[in-house]
């Protein structure tokens, strides 16, 4: 699994995301640049620029249109993919650390940061694709739709569930919530991870009937997004920056490593900067992968199943396409059940 | 149920809440009043009567007996006279401070004063207390003898059926106790919070896990580790089994301060730094105060001696019946036991004694009859005197050997284990002072005479000295001259000893191999011998640890061969950070650890067989003490024991069956496991579909309500489905020629 080396950034990587076909590859890092790559060869299709502080976050709508970034210049950022140019600014009062689009791309959400006297939010924003042909896409509303306040535990990350039923958030104390997206009312809080270590990642199935979290408590979970129940515990031996789901094979993708700021007093064998594989129904550990020298800090895994890419805090992207034997392997039971 | 030790008794529990509110003040203002100083006046009954011109000639003869124990004078004795002008048989003693009224109390009461008299001694507080009526019942009244309870078998954990052992975890703020499983995890025992304050530990023979706390040592036993025993040294640091967990003995650097109303200790202990216990009844034998030890002898005195913790401060012999202390360059105490009671009423004086030893078993010389038990000293040189090592038998404190030697700097004394050896290891200096080389000076205890062989003189400083257990061979870590404040950890070199085979052990020690350059320093026997681990701890490079074994079956080396061993690495293992090697006690496995109590990174420990090979990881956060428990000695005979060698082919092969079963059935369970796990989660996605299709149903939602909008309002490129075109460019290098312009 011959890894491609993506060094288009200067400084740590903060979210790296494919487009729905799994051609694109989108990343941001604290570097205040937006890269776009073919994921195939890793060659790099452009930049967005504008943003004026670190970039935190970013998505692509999922029919490959319209790109939303999230900056601690205390923006979000919609951007034509096609033509880089950015269609639309909205305003916050502290930064953005996590911009997700809904199922359907309808809505945007965006995680705002707590802050000089302001809680943190989670803001809604309907989406205008304009006339369908690139024509009008500037023509978005400036308010957000909805205003959810966290008023006990910040958001740190948040997505949607299938349907666009719920909004799942992860909190700073390690506690995960569900709201409601027209109302915004909260459903339910639950502690899902160790008190007061953080959830610094939530990913979806392709269903999104289930989703991942990656917690600084070193472990990752396998939640249902209708009730919150856990189904599943990864515990790993580092803190969890990101954790994805393969599509195709049954596995999990985790990534994290040493915080940043210890790993100066400890060696690089001692940092576990790899990225760990996990059965995701039997939660065993099946491999790891080495590369990073610096903790992983995003995860994110072709739609297809196909490839996964790390961004690490070393400021590399590396993109792996999964070799035969990744899919060849297959528990016994697994097989059994196949061949029923 | 947090089995922490305020809430082992409801006396301990008082204690505790007491101390939470600080209610000194209202003390000193309400309390004492009544009391006050009475506690230095003792009561003394079953004098004489006499008339009043003899009172002050009873006195004074009293006086005697009464100065014995503490400090008091003609005035502080008071004896009322009654109106007959006699005495009235009674009289009042003030003492100087009340612990002298407490040894009053305790060593004049009952002693006869003449042939009609003796005295009957009480604290005035005490007469105070119980004296005035309705104090104390008339009636007697039987004290309840509680009912008799089954204890708990102390050595259950020996009738495993599969033999394993048990070892303590200690991290974290748990300790728990663990079998183990080999490479499966390991099966707990019991695991409790906040057992221990400061550490664990086992008796020497596995029967108790002491835990100790502010308070005290606790001792724990039996299958469920239930309560066994309290030994209430407050603030004890360090602890100490006798080799046949007959006695306990624990250090404090605070010296104990006894307090009224404690059940157990008494003014005897007040002040002292070491208690010896006795295990058995939970009672103090004797106290002491400890010694502190200088560093170093006086004459290297370039270094400012410190304070140092002489411990264990009692060595106790193999027997447990003796117990001896030194006080460094003066004397060793040996106290009999179960007294301890000081052996021949004195200390032996021993010139400028610098370090004693016993035997760690009960040897026989040949040619002595009588029951001995061996302990082995050393002196220094004083003035013109030659620095000296020598062997006494005890109890007739004979000096049974000595070996003058010179130019000594330091001596360190090795026992094998079962005392057939004792290996004088002497680190010399040249006159000069200048270069230091090593000698080992080996006392064959056993042989007439105990003859003293010489083994030759190494260049390098010994580091590091091993015996086999139950052997004759030892394994000792030399190192070169380290550049002071280097950072590089010093280059060592290993060297193995061996007898010559020359019927039974009866040849000199030879070296059999010396393997040079290694960062070793920590030398690890296995408890049954033969195998060996030498070991880099403690270092921030180097990790490495290298299982030899001492009688290998294979092919021997030429030059090796008529000596006592067949040496082999049978591997090199690494252990990040490691800090400590523990054999079990059947030498089948050893741990080896990296305790936070060292360093913070990568703490945990990893199980090996005796061959190095790893059976299992276990990173543990704070992870802190690794222990096995102790095996007691076997019931077995040598013949028995010879039998089962003989034997071990068929054994093992029931065992190996056993074992494949054990996994069959592991496998199985896994298995089965994991198809549940598998179909539950099939039907979780199952049901989850189904819920899904539902709601949009009711919703009214096209069944394709999540795939993008513009897909479907408008998509854009690649609009016919199914069909993409992809552009693909190669390029090709066909010809590459190179020419030479100008």
Same mark, same amino acid.
């Given at each position: 699994m011959r890894p491609i080396l993506? *060094?288009?950034?200067e400084r740590s990587l903060t979210q790296i995301r494919f487009n729905r076909d799994g051609d694109l590859l989108f990343s941001v890092a604290k570097d205040k640049i937006v890269c776009a790559w073919w994921s195939a060869n890793g060659e790099r299709l452009g930049t967005y620029n504008g943003h004026q502080g670190a970039v935190w976050t970013v998505d692509v709508s999922p029919n490959t249109v319209l790109l939303a970034t999230g900056s601690a210049d205390n923006t979000v950022r919609l951007w034509n993919i096609k033509t880089g140019e950015c269609v639309k600014v909205w305003d916050f009062p502290t930064a953005v650390k996590r911009v997700a689009f809904s199922p359907d791309g309808s809505q945007l959400l965006a995680v705002t940061e707590k802050r000089m006297g302001f809680l943190g939010t989670i803001a809604v924003l309907d989406i205008n694709y304009g006339d369908g042909q690139l024509g009008g896409l500037d023509q978005q509303a400036d308010e957000p739709a909805l205003r959810i306040t966290c008023n006990d535990s910040k958001a740190t990350v948040a997505g949607w569930s299938f349907l666009a039923k719920y909004i799942i958030a992860g909190h700073e104390d390690g506690s995960v919530s569900q709201y409601d997206p027209k109302s915004g009312e909260q459903l339910a809080n639950v502690q899902v991870h160790e008190f007061d270590h953080q959830i610094n990642d939530i990913q979806f199935s392709p269903d999104r009937t289930y989703f991942l979290t990656a917690s600084k408590d070193k472990s990752a979970k396998l939640l249902s997004a209708r009730d919150l129940n856990i189904l599943k515990t990864y515990p790993s031996d580092t803190p969890l920056n990101s954790a994805s789901i393969t599509p195709k094979k049954e596995y999990v993708i985790l990534g994290g490593g040493q915080a940043a700021m210890d790993v +100066? +007093? +400890?060696s690089a064998r001692q940092g576990k900067f790899e990225a760990r594989f996990y059965h995701k129904v039997f939660e065993d550990e099946i491999g790891r992968v080495r590369g990073h020298f610096g903790p992983l800090n995003t995860i994110d895994v072709h739609p297809a199943g196909t490839a996964y890419a790390s961004g690490g805090e070393d400021g590399y992207v590396r993109i792996h396409h999964f070799d035969k034997s990744y899919f060849d392997f297959m528990y016994e039971v697994e097989r059994e059940q196949m061949r029923k | 149920m947090a089995p922490s030790f305020e809430q082992l008794s409801e006396q301990d529990l008082h204690e505790e809440e007491e101390e939470e509110i600080d209610f000194s003040d209202l003390k000193a203002q309400f309390e004492v009043k009544a009391d006050e100083g009475l506690d230095t006046f003792v009561v003394i009954d079953g004098l004489p009567v006499v008339p009043e011109d003899s009172r002050q000639k009873l006195i004074k003869f009293l006086l005697r007996k009464l100065s014995a124990v503490g400090h008091t004078s003609e005035d502080a004795v008071f004896m009322p006279l009654n109106d007959k002008g006699m005495s009235e048989g009674f009289a009042f003693v003030e003492y100087e401070t009340p612990e002298q009224a407490v040894a009053a109390v305790k060593q004049l009461h009952g002693v006869p004063l003449d042939k009609k008299h003796t005295l009957a001694v009480n604290k005035l507080m005490d007469i105070e207390r119980y004296g005035r009526e309705g104090r104390v019942d008339e009636e007697y009244q039987a004290p309840t003898v509680e009912q008799f309870k089954e204890k708990e078998h102390l050595r259950s954990w020996m009738g495993d059926a599969n033999a394993r052992d048990q070892f303590a975890l200690y991290r974290n703020d748990k300790v728990g106790v663990f079998w183990n499983n080999k490479s499966n995890p390991p099966e707990n025992v019991v695991d409790r919070a906040h057992w221990t304050q400061l550490f664990v530990q086992w008796s020497p023979k596995g029967t108790f896990l002491a835990s100790v706390h502010p308070q005290g040592v606790q001792l724990w036993g039996g299958s469920s580790f239930s309560k066994q025993k309290q030994f209430p040294h407050p603030f004890v640091q360090l602890i100490e089994f006798s080799p046949l967990e007959g006695y306990l003995t624990t250090w404090s650097a605070r010296p104990i301060q006894v307090e009224e109303g404690q059940p157990v200790l008494t003014f005897e202990e007040d002040g002292k730094n070491i208690i010896v216990w006795d295990i058995e009844s939970g009672k103090p034998l004797r106290s002491f105060v400890s010694h502190d030890l200088a560093a170093g002898p006086a004459a290297e005195g370039d270094v400012a001696p410190k304070k140092k913790v002489q411990w264990p401060a009692f060595k106790w012999s193999a027997d447990e019946k003796y117990v001896a202390r030194m006080l460094q360059g003066q004397s060793i105490s040996i106290y009999e036991l179960p007294k301890m009671n000081l052996l021949g009423r004195t200390s032996v004086k021993i010139e400028g004694v610098n370090d004693f030893e016993w035997s760690p078993a009960t040897v026989s010389r040949e040619g002595v009859k009588q029951y001995e038990q061996l302990l082995c000293f050393w002196t220094p040189e004083i003035g013109s005197n030659p620095a000296r090592v020598a062997m006494m038998s005890v109890p007739s404190k004979e000096i049974v050997r000595t070996r003058n030697l010179f130019n000594v700097s330091d001596v360190k004394l090795h026992w094998q284990s079962q005392g057939a050896y004792v290996c004088v290891k002497v680190d010399r200096h040249s006159k000069s002072k200048k270069s230091m080389a090593t000698n080992l000076e080996i006392f064959r205890v056993r042989e007439k005479g105990v003859p003293v062989e010489v083994v030759d003189s190494l260049k390098d400083t010994v580091i590091n000295f091993a015996w086999e257990p139950n052997g004759h061979r030892f394994v000792l870590i030399t190192t070169g001259e380290t550049p002071t404040g280097a950072a590089v950890p010093p280059k060592t070199a290993v060297s193995f000893f061996a007898p010559e085979k020359k019927g039974g052990a009866g040849g000199n020690f030879k070296l059999v191999r010396t393997i040079e350059k290694k960062t070793s320093n920590g030398i690890y026997w296995s408890p049954k011998g033969r195998f060996v681990i030498v070991a880099t701890v403690h270092s921030q490079s180097n990790f490495d640890l290298d299982f030899w074994d001492m009688d290998f079956e294979g092919e021997k080396v030429e030059a090796e061969k008529d000596l006592a061993a067949n040496l082999q690495l049978m591997k090199t293992v690494e252990h990040y950070g490691v800090t400590d090697v523990e054999w079990d006690p059947t030498g089948r496995y050893v741990v080896t650890s990296a305790s936070v109590w060292t360093? *913070?990174?990568?703490n945990g420990w990893n199980l090996h067989t005796f061959s190095g090979n790893t059976l299992s990881e276990n990173p543990t956060e704070k992870f802190k003490q690794f222990i096995w428990r102790p095996r007691p000695p076997t019931f077995l005979s040598k013949e028995e024991q010879k039998q089962v060698r003989k034997n071990l082919r068929e054994y093992s092969k029931e065992f190996d069956e056993e074992d494949k079963f054990a996994v069959d059935i592991a496998n199985t369970a896994v298995v089965e496991k994991r198809k549940r796990v598998l179909s539950e989660w099939v039907a979780w996605l199952r049901r989850e579909k189904e819920i899904q299709a539902e709601e949009k149903d009711a919703f009214g939602l096209p069944e394709d309500a999540d795939s993008p909008k513009q897909a479907r309002d408008a998509p854009i490129g690649g609009e016919e489905q199914g069909e993409t075109v992809v552009e693909e460019m190669v390029e090709e290098i066909i010809e590459e020629t190179e020419e030479v312009i100008g």
């Amino acid at each position: 699994m011959r890894p491609i080396l993506l *060094s288009g950034h200067e400084r740590s990587l903060t979210q790296i995301r494919f487009n729905r076909d799994g051609d694109l590859l989108f990343s941001v890092a604290k570097d205040k640049i937006v890269c776009a790559w073919w994921s195939a060869n890793g060659e790099r299709l452009g930049t967005y620029n504008g943003h004026q502080g670190a970039v935190w976050t970013v998505d692509v709508s999922p029919n490959t249109v319209l790109l939303a970034t999230g900056s601690a210049d205390n923006t979000v950022r919609l951007w034509n993919i096609k033509t880089g140019e950015c269609v639309k600014v909205w305003d916050f009062p502290t930064a953005v650390k996590r911009v997700a689009f809904s199922p359907d791309g309808s809505q945007l959400l965006a995680v705002t940061e707590k802050r000089m006297g302001f809680l943190g939010t989670i803001a809604v924003l309907d989406i205008n694709y304009g006339d369908g042909q690139l024509g009008g896409l500037d023509q978005q509303a400036d308010e957000p739709a909805l205003r959810i306040t966290c008023n006990d535990s910040k958001a740190t990350v948040a997505g949607w569930s299938f349907l666009a039923k719920y909004i799942i958030a992860g909190h700073e104390d390690g506690s995960v919530s569900q709201y409601d997206p027209k109302s915004g009312e909260q459903l339910a809080n639950v502690q899902v991870h160790e008190f007061d270590h953080q959830i610094n990642d939530i990913q979806f199935s392709p269903d999104r009937t289930y989703f991942l979290t990656a917690s600084k408590d070193k472990s990752a979970k396998l939640l249902s997004a209708r009730d919150l129940n856990i189904l599943k515990t990864y515990p790993s031996d580092t803190p969890l920056n990101s954790a994805s789901i393969t599509p195709k094979k049954e596995y999990v993708i985790l990534g994290g490593g040493q915080a940043a700021m210890d790993v +100066t +007093t +400890t060696s690089a064998r001692q940092g576990k900067f790899e990225a760990r594989f996990y059965h995701k129904v039997f939660e065993d550990e099946i491999g790891r992968v080495r590369g990073h020298f610096g903790p992983l800090n995003t995860i994110d895994v072709h739609p297809a199943g196909t490839a996964y890419a790390s961004g690490g805090e070393d400021g590399y992207v590396r993109i792996h396409h999964f070799d035969k034997s990744y899919f060849d392997f297959m528990y016994e039971v697994e097989r059994e059940q196949m061949r029923k | 149920m947090a089995p922490s030790f305020e809430q082992l008794s409801e006396q301990d529990l008082h204690e505790e809440e007491e101390e939470e509110i600080d209610f000194s003040d209202l003390k000193a203002q309400f309390e004492v009043k009544a009391d006050e100083g009475l506690d230095t006046f003792v009561v003394i009954d079953g004098l004489p009567v006499v008339p009043e011109d003899s009172r002050q000639k009873l006195i004074k003869f009293l006086l005697r007996k009464l100065s014995a124990v503490g400090h008091t004078s003609e005035d502080a004795v008071f004896m009322p006279l009654n109106d007959k002008g006699m005495s009235e048989g009674f009289a009042f003693v003030e003492y100087e401070t009340p612990e002298q009224a407490v040894a009053a109390v305790k060593q004049l009461h009952g002693v006869p004063l003449d042939k009609k008299h003796t005295l009957a001694v009480n604290k005035l507080m005490d007469i105070e207390r119980y004296g005035r009526e309705g104090r104390v019942d008339e009636e007697y009244q039987a004290p309840t003898v509680e009912q008799f309870k089954e204890k708990e078998h102390l050595r259950s954990w020996m009738g495993d059926a599969n033999a394993r052992d048990q070892f303590a975890l200690y991290r974290n703020d748990k300790v728990g106790v663990f079998w183990n499983n080999k490479s499966n995890p390991p099966e707990n025992v019991v695991d409790r919070a906040h057992w221990t304050q400061l550490f664990v530990q086992w008796s020497p023979k596995g029967t108790f896990l002491a835990s100790v706390h502010p308070q005290g040592v606790q001792l724990w036993g039996g299958s469920s580790f239930s309560k066994q025993k309290q030994f209430p040294h407050p603030f004890v640091q360090l602890i100490e089994f006798s080799p046949l967990e007959g006695y306990l003995t624990t250090w404090s650097a605070r010296p104990i301060q006894v307090e009224e109303g404690q059940p157990v200790l008494t003014f005897e202990e007040d002040g002292k730094n070491i208690i010896v216990w006795d295990i058995e009844s939970g009672k103090p034998l004797r106290s002491f105060v400890s010694h502190d030890l200088a560093a170093g002898p006086a004459a290297e005195g370039d270094v400012a001696p410190k304070k140092k913790v002489q411990w264990p401060a009692f060595k106790w012999s193999a027997d447990e019946k003796y117990v001896a202390r030194m006080l460094q360059g003066q004397s060793i105490s040996i106290y009999e036991l179960p007294k301890m009671n000081l052996l021949g009423r004195t200390s032996v004086k021993i010139e400028g004694v610098n370090d004693f030893e016993w035997s760690p078993a009960t040897v026989s010389r040949e040619g002595v009859k009588q029951y001995e038990q061996l302990l082995c000293f050393w002196t220094p040189e004083i003035g013109s005197n030659p620095a000296r090592v020598a062997m006494m038998s005890v109890p007739s404190k004979e000096i049974v050997r000595t070996r003058n030697l010179f130019n000594v700097s330091d001596v360190k004394l090795h026992w094998q284990s079962q005392g057939a050896y004792v290996c004088v290891k002497v680190d010399r200096h040249s006159k000069s002072k200048k270069s230091m080389a090593t000698n080992l000076e080996i006392f064959r205890v056993r042989e007439k005479g105990v003859p003293v062989e010489v083994v030759d003189s190494l260049k390098d400083t010994v580091i590091n000295f091993a015996w086999e257990p139950n052997g004759h061979r030892f394994v000792l870590i030399t190192t070169g001259e380290t550049p002071t404040g280097a950072a590089v950890p010093p280059k060592t070199a290993v060297s193995f000893f061996a007898p010559e085979k020359k019927g039974g052990a009866g040849g000199n020690f030879k070296l059999v191999r010396t393997i040079e350059k290694k960062t070793s320093n920590g030398i690890y026997w296995s408890p049954k011998g033969r195998f060996v681990i030498v070991a880099t701890v403690h270092s921030q490079s180097n990790f490495d640890l290298d299982f030899w074994d001492m009688d290998f079956e294979g092919e021997k080396v030429e030059a090796e061969k008529d000596l006592a061993a067949n040496l082999q690495l049978m591997k090199t293992v690494e252990h990040y950070g490691v800090t400590d090697v523990e054999w079990d006690p059947t030498g089948r496995y050893v741990v080896t650890s990296a305790s936070v109590w060292t360093h *913070s990174m990568e703490n945990g420990w990893n199980l090996h067989t005796f061959s190095g090979n790893t059976l299992s990881e276990n990173p543990t956060e704070k992870f802190k003490q690794f222990i096995w428990r102790p095996r007691p000695p076997t019931f077995l005979s040598k013949e028995e024991q010879k039998q089962v060698r003989k034997n071990l082919r068929e054994y093992s092969k029931e065992f190996d069956e056993e074992d494949k079963f054990a996994v069959d059935i592991a496998n199985t369970a896994v298995v089965e496991k994991r198809k549940r796990v598998l179909s539950e989660w099939v039907a979780w996605l199952r049901r989850e579909k189904e819920i899904q299709a539902e709601e949009k149903d009711a919703f009214g939602l096209p069944e394709d309500a999540d795939s993008p909008k513009q897909a479907r309002d408008a998509p854009i490129g690649g609009e016919e489905q199914g069909e993409t075109v992809v552009e693909e460019m190669v390029e090709e290098i066909i010809e590459e020629t190179e020419e030479v312009i100008g």
